[in-house]
């Protein structure tokens, strides 16, 4: 009766494990951002369906992949991020550049924290993109159309001004 019991107890935990992981793994499948997680060599550990979405990589593509591959600049920008994770304090609102499987650059807003991996001694990373290339080329329309006359084309006296100080420092 009392092995019973256990057993019938076991099988409710694990019943309940089984549904929060579902769960867990569904939220992050929802999200229309891309949440990546990297293991300590580098290499992509978990894609979510927006980072699919997002990178037009297959998830066993993603899984062959290094971190410093995703990003423009390459192995530098990895460095640099690296030197700046080393205090434990997330990274948030980080804009940078990452490259689509079809090579053009996505303008991306990310945000990286370290994750103490479960039981283990290892850490990995957590990063999770907003693409923000529709927002960055707006603001270029809107930079352009402050400095040129719509009609012609030309610059106009507002950038004349902001060059003129340039050329003057």
Do not use: W
Request: contains cysteine; proline residues 1%.
């Amino acid at each position: 009766s009392r092995v019973k019991e256990a057993t019938q107890e076991l099988q409710t935990t694990n019943n309940e494990l089984r549904s929060t992981k579902e769960y867990l793994e569904n939220l992050i499948d929802s999200s229309v951002d891309a949440i990546l997680t990297f293991d300590e060599a580098g290499h992509v550990s978990l894609a979510n369906n927006g980072a699919l979405q997002m990178f037009g990589y297959s998830r066993d593509e993603f899984l062959k992949m290094s971190i410093h591959e995703l990003f423009v600049g390459g192995k530098e920008e990895y460095r640099h991020i690296s030197l700046l994770l080393n205090n434990d304090k997330p990274l948030q609102n980080y804009e940078t550049e990452l490259a689509h499987k079809d090579a053009t650059q996505i303008h991306i807003n990310m945000s990286i924290s370290t994750v103490q991996v479960t039981d283990s001694q290892t850490t990995s990373l957590l990063a999770i993109c907003k693409d923000i290339t529709q927002q960055k080329r707006l603001e270029f329309e809107l930079k352009e159309m402050s400095i040129k006359d719509s009609l012609t084309g030309l610059y106009n006296q507002r950038y004349f001004y902001d060059r003129l100080e340039t050329e003057i420092e």
